[in-house]
């Protein structure tokens, strides 16, 4: 059984989109942790009703970011983790994690990448009145948001669009995307073109 990790910052309704399909059978594998830079973040709450451990910190209580990084590698290597899951972590991946993890860290970000990257991919998406949008899953790099793409699902930004019902629609896709696209990863190591085809 493949072991992952998943990181959070916030709500963490892609965390509890991939407890679900694991609790039903969907996705042999194991959360052996969730990772969390906020102390409030709802995320925890998920993972306590569904007795996911949990590491929770506060970046600015360690010196820079190595120091925590290198508390976190230590613990995941400890759990035999085999892959980082980033679900709305609001940090950067640094060189600590990257250099073990390397090739093992996915993120799923809320646009078209490398459309709209960073922060609030959705606000953008809507100031800069684009009539697409969409959800990318990729492998993470140094960069913000820039590393290799595994797979893109684009999404039509209606006339009449608020931030509430893209946000909906991304979120409808992301909680189906993800999971399908852990399954693949976990189970043979890579996704297919042919299976990237069949998400969409
Ligand atoms: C998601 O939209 C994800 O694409 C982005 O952050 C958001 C996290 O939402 N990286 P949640 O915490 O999983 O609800």
């Given at each position: 059984?493949?072991?992952?990790?998943?990181?959070?910052?916030?709500?963490?309704?892609?965390?509890?989109?991939?407890?679900?399909?694991?609790?039903?059978?969907?996705?042999?594998?194991?959360?052996?942790?969730?990772?969390?830079?906020?102390?409030?973040?709802?995320?925890?709450?998920?993972?306590?009703?569904?007795?996911?451990?949990?590491?929770?910190?506060?970046?600015?209580?360690?010196?820079?970011?190595?120091?925590?990084?290198?508390?976190?590698?230590?613990?995941?290597?400890?759990?035999?983790?085999?892959?980082?899951?980033?679900?709305?972590?609001m940090?950067l991946?640094?060189?600590?994690?990257?250099?073990?993890?390397?090739?093992?860290?996915?993120n799923i970000h809320p646009s078209m990448l490398p459309e709209f990257p960073g922060k609030d991919a959705i606000g953008q998406a809507?100031?800069a009145?684009?009539?697409?949008t969409g959800v990318t899953?990729h492998?993470v790099d140094e960069g913000m948001d820039t590393g290799?793409i595994?797979?893109q699902?684009?999404?039509?930004?209606?006339?009449?669009?608020?931030?509430?019902?893209?946000?909906?629609?991304?979120?409808?896709?992301?909680?189906?995307?993800?999971?399908?696209?852990?399954?693949?990863?976990?189970?043979?190591?890579?996704?297919?073109?042919?299976?990237?085809?069949?998400?969409?």
């Amino acid at each position: 059984m493949k072991k992952i990790a998943v990181f959070a910052s916030g709500s963490g309704s892609n965390f509890q989109a991939i407890v679900d399909v694991i609790q039903a059978g969907m996705l042999p594998a194991e959360i052996s942790l969730l990772v969390c830079d906020q102390p409030g973040a709802f995320a925890i709450e998920r993972a306590k009703a569904n007795e996911v451990p949990c590491f929770i910190f506060k970046a600015k209580d360690f010196p820079s970011k190595a120091d925590y990084e290198k508390e976190i590698a230590a613990l995941l290597q400890d759990l035999n983790v085999d892959l980082i899951v980033l679900a709305g972590y609001m940090r950067l991946i640094g060189s600590t994690l990257l250099k073990v993890y390397e090739g093992r860290i996915v993120n799923i970000h809320p646009s078209m990448l490398p459309e709209f990257p960073g922060k609030d991919a959705i606000g953008q998406a809507l100031a800069a009145k684009a009539k697409w949008t969409g959800v990318t899953i990729h492998f993470v790099d140094e960069g913000m948001d820039t590393g290799p793409i595994i797979v893109q699902e684009r999404i039509r930004i209606a006339e009449n669009e608020t931030r509430e019902s893209l946000q909906k629609k991304i979120q409808t896709i992301e909680h189906k995307l993800y999971p399908s696209i852990l399954h693949m990863l976990l189970t043979q190591g890579e996704v297919t073109n042919e299976e990237k085809a069949r998400t969409y």
